[in-house]
């Protein structure tokens, strides 16, 4: 399997591809990565070094590998954060030339906007770009709580709005959504749920909360489950197995003591998740 993968990018930590690259890779996929900023490290340590790429840079890296004639064997397209409406038109670009190449590709887009307790984080132009441009493209989406409710203008505080917020979501265009993150008046204070919902329904995995931010989770989540999706079609699998990986490798690097994701130390998580959490449709 090969999947295209279009996201930033650190020297040290784990967000965007530094994140999303090698579980992929450790599950056997090929990964193809583009960057969309080369940061000395994320952003949340307050001071970083590096460039945010043009998106015309985008364009042309992505052009010289479709000159390698490899597009027709690209399984999917990957997306993360943006860092502006004009790098995500790039982005738009090259998952429409793969689709063109191979009409059974799938563009997963990871609509990088904010999160809980932290806002918006990106530019002003990409919240509208991802609910007018990017979401209508995507056949598969992976939202945070936070960013639902800013895509589908709705509040999600129970499961029924939740519901109500996905039903929203998907007319924005992607027949297949995640919900990285969800926490309701439904959820035990020490569990936090993970949503999935497409043609086959709607599932939900709950696991044990790991009360620590983790930066870059939301990326190896998106990662894992598209993976699987492209693998096995069924949102119910994918949604269990992303949600076992990610606990897992969050549980380790809690055990660590790190801030990082401990991505090399919890490796066989992405393969044989040390524990497993089932799918119930809700």
Known sequence: MNILSIQSHVAYGHVGNAAAVFPMQRMGVDVWPILTVQFSNHTGYGDWTGPVFEGAMISEIARGVEARGVFPQCD?????????AAIGDAILDVAARVRAANPGALYCCDPVIGDVGRGVFVRPDVPEFMRRQAMPAADVATPNQFELELLSGCSVASMAEAREAIRIAHGL????????????????????????SGPEGVWGVRTPRIDRYFTGAG???????FTHYLRERSIASAVSAAASSVHGLLAATAASGQSELQLVLAQEEFVAPSRIFEATQL
């Open 173 to 196: 265009g992607p027949s297949i959504l995640l919900i990285t993150s969800l926490h309701t008046a439904e959820t035990p204070d020490d569990c936090i749920d993970m949503v999935a």
């Open 76 to 84: 999917g397209v990957l997306s993360g954060y943006a860092g502006s």
């Open 219 to 225: 990326d190896v989540t998106a990662a894992l489950f």
